[in-house]
């Protein structure tokens, strides 16, 4: 056939060939996103806590009604050792009398912060109870250069000696002199506070306590005051008579009445009371407040650290005759046994003990102090000296202790007190 006679060609239509499209990538969910910032915070706590390499062993909480010193278990240190042993511990705030006479169901352990308390809780335990007292801290004055040094001036309080001419942080209390200034209703402009300050302060010469119906720290000064005001000696523990009152011949009670007046009720939690003596506007809520000393040498050795110096404004007063708080973490069952055991075993948590201003026990002894002091000299605060007066202020027996604090404190019934 002729080119020119050829039909047209028809060129066959081309199909379209789509390429597959990519799948769409979906958004996570809001609450997959909001969980990122915290599952983020939990790998970084695994690595620094050395657990990174088992991060699905289990961890235990272990709760526990705890007073002031709670603030150990609060510390983040703490809680890193702690968790490196797969606890972590939840922390139910409670006064010390308080923890004794309420209910503790539910609960792995109890700490409270002395021993009348911790009498009262192992008393009402049905179980071999297995418990730790790993350090003490004595009972102390938190006060202010210009009011202890108005104090020694008056001969109620001495100065500890110090090399290399520092101001000395501490001064030795003698309390039977000091109750008797309470007594007389003596103001602090009465005694010469205004010739040693640029203020005045013509308010009564008293001290700042937490509530005695629940702080362990209100509840030893207590006994501190009825053991001065009975001769040095421990309220009589008579049975209390039917219809029994103060003045009626009740020695417990006589004692009681005499107290009452010498002590200032303000109902705070000791570690809150500490916090408002450290706080800038300390001097103006109280010039004495009732602390630890723990709470005092852990402040100076971070003051020292902020500000390569002592905080020489604040001073402790050390009150003769003396009294040392005994904490005691008590186990509730299993998961508590375990936590009461690293208390009494783990060197890491007795150094960050010490590193908390406590007075460490090792091997059994009532205290030892000599690490502690090591490690004050060690970041440059200045270590308390030991007053020659060694008297101590026995406690009244858990009765007569009981009916003291009910008296001073006018306390509501147990089981039904406040959570200070």
Known sequence: MPEHARPPSVEEPRLATRRPAAPRR??????????????LAGLLALLVSGNALRPFERITTIDGKMASKSDFFKDPEVRRLLLKHGIRVEIHRLGSRGIATQSLAGMDVAFPSGQPAAR????????????????????????????????????VARPQQVTGGEDTLYYDL????????????????????EKRSERSNSGRVLVRTSSVCESN??????SILAFVKNGNQPPGTEPR????????????????????????????????QADSYFSD?????????????????????????RHQRQDTRRVLLYPSPQALTEPQLISLGEDGDRLTDLMETDEELRQR????????RFSGENGTSEQLNAYLRDHRVQVPVPNPDQTKADAPDLDALERIINHVGSCPPAGKGGTS
């Open 241 to 272: 008579r039917k219809g029994a009152a103060a003045g009626s011949g009740d020695p417990v009670l006589d004692v009681a009445a005499e107290v009452k007046p010498l002590i200032n009720l303000q109902g705070m939690a000791a570690d809150e």
């Open 217 to 222: 720290a209100a509840g030893t000064y207590l």
């Open 353 to 360: 003990a010490i590193e908390l201003g406590f007075r460490v």
């Open 281 to 305: 506007e300390g001097e103006s809520i109280a010039p004495v407040s009732l602390i630890y000393e723990h709470q005092f040498l852990a402040h100076q050795v971070a003051h020292r650290e």
């Open 120 to 155: 009262l809780i192992m008393q009402r335990q049905e179980r071999t109870v297995r418990s730790a007292r790993p350090f003490v801290t004595p009972l102390v004055l938190g006060t202010f250069r210009e009011y202890a040094q108005t104090l020694a001036a008056a001969g």
């Open 26 to 39: 979906r958004r996570p969910p809001r609450h997959v996103l909001a969980a990122l910032p915290l599952a």
């Open 174 to 193: 003698d309390m039977r002199k000091f109750l008797r200034l309470i007594e007389e209703r003596k103001t602090w402009n009465g005694i010469g506070y």
